[in-house]
């Protein structure tokens, strides 16, 4: 008995290890939203697309591949609401990199050259409002753009 607790505990203990480790930006690393912030103008029933680029590098700026991060955005829904019954209320989607509509907030992971583009689909009707897209990673993790949209 003692002899398959020794044999089977230390693959046992990387098994686990192995399924519960995200791949997640590493202390001292940086987050980075380009454009920094928008202001739009609202053009009274119809879409504004805006896309963002993030960007996650290390302590020396070398881009990270493969960096699990998490998008958000406060008035963005996790479920998608027909322009048709909407028109009265903001409606923002979060737009992935394969155009479908996603959930906020949104899982993902960086590519090759550390950056995932996402597009935030705006459509306010008669609104103005101002929120932040953030972006988040590990720990420590975290950033954030203003987004505002004028009537």
């Not at 044999?7 to 940086?30: H, K």
């Not at 103008?41 to 991060?69: A, C, M, R, S």
């Not at 906020?104 to 705006?122: A, H, K």
Request: hydrophobic share 35%.
């Amino acid at each position: 008995m003692r002899t398959i607790t020794k044999i089977f505990m230390p693959i046992f203990i990387i098994i686990l290890a192995s399924g519960q480790c995200a791949n997640v930006a590493p202390y001292e690393s940086t987050i980075s939203i380009t454009p920094d912030g928008v202001d739009l103008q609202d053009t009274f029933h119809e879409y504004l697309n805006q896309q963002f680029v993030i960007t996650v590098t290390d302590k020396d700026d070398v881009p990270l591949n493969g960096v699990e991060i998490t998008i958000s955005f406060i008035f963005a829904p996790n479920y998608s609401c027909p322009v048709s019954s909407c028109l009265s209320a903001p409606i923002i989607e979060l737009v992935d990199k394969d155009n479908n509509v996603v959930n906020s907030p949104f899982t993902t992971t960086t590519g090759e050259d550390g950056t995932y583009t996402i597009t935030t689909r705006i459509y306010s009707g008669s609104w103005s409002f101002v929120g932040d897209l953030e972006v988040r990673s590990g720990a420590t993790g975290f950033n954030s753009v203003e987004i505002k949209v004028n009537q």
